[in-house]
């Protein structure tokens, strides 16, 4: 039996690099606000630019793309990486949030922006699988909080002060 030792390696990179993201952000900035850092707007520009070199191949014929499946291959690169760009950006330069002791307000492309009372705090949860904690207010409003976002482990602090475990 052959091992892969390129896979071994890469997903030890990956669960290392995983690992010291969210190390790194959980206190990050300062207390009472949330935003990326470098690490997912960095990934947003490398998807980016890795999203812009096939089409730019593609586009100028500078390969010869004369092979079953080539133009295929960069066309799915172009558009895989262009989709993960996309979401990486808007979440990298456009994901925030401020608390204080009574009220939290986030704002995101994708939900926009919200603002809610501590008071009305129903629950607390950690979506493992997305690693993001989940914050259900009584007005039905849910704020997503990534692991990957910087200041949240001042926020989980408080949040365990006002006695809530997750």
Request: glycine share 12%.
């Amino acid at each position: 039996m052959e091992f892969n030792w390129q896979g071994i390696i890469a997903s030890a990179l990956t669960v290392g690099l995983t690992t010291y993201a969210i190390n790194s952000a959980r206190h990050s900035v300062q207390k009472g606000q949330l935003k990326y850092g470098l690490i997912i707007k960095g990934l947003g520009i490398v998807c980016l630019i890795c999203c812009l070199g096939p089409l730019w191949v593609y586009l100028t014929d500078n390969y010869q793309v004369n092979k079953p499946g080539q133009a295929t291959a960069l066309i799915g690169l172009t558009i895989g990486f262009g989709f993960f760009a996309i979401c990486s950006i808007a979440e990298g330069f456009f994901v925030k949030g401020n608390y204080d002791e009574s009220s939290i307000t986030f704002s995101t492309p994708w939900t926009g922006r919200k603002s809610c009372h501590w008071r009305d705090l129903e629950s607390v949860t950690l979506n493992i699988l997305c690693d993001w904690y989940v914050l259900k207010f009584k007005d039905g409003n849910t704020i997503r909080i990534s692991s990957y976002l910087g200041g949240h482990g001042y926020l989980l602090d408080s949040l365990r002060d006002k006695g809530y475990e997750f």
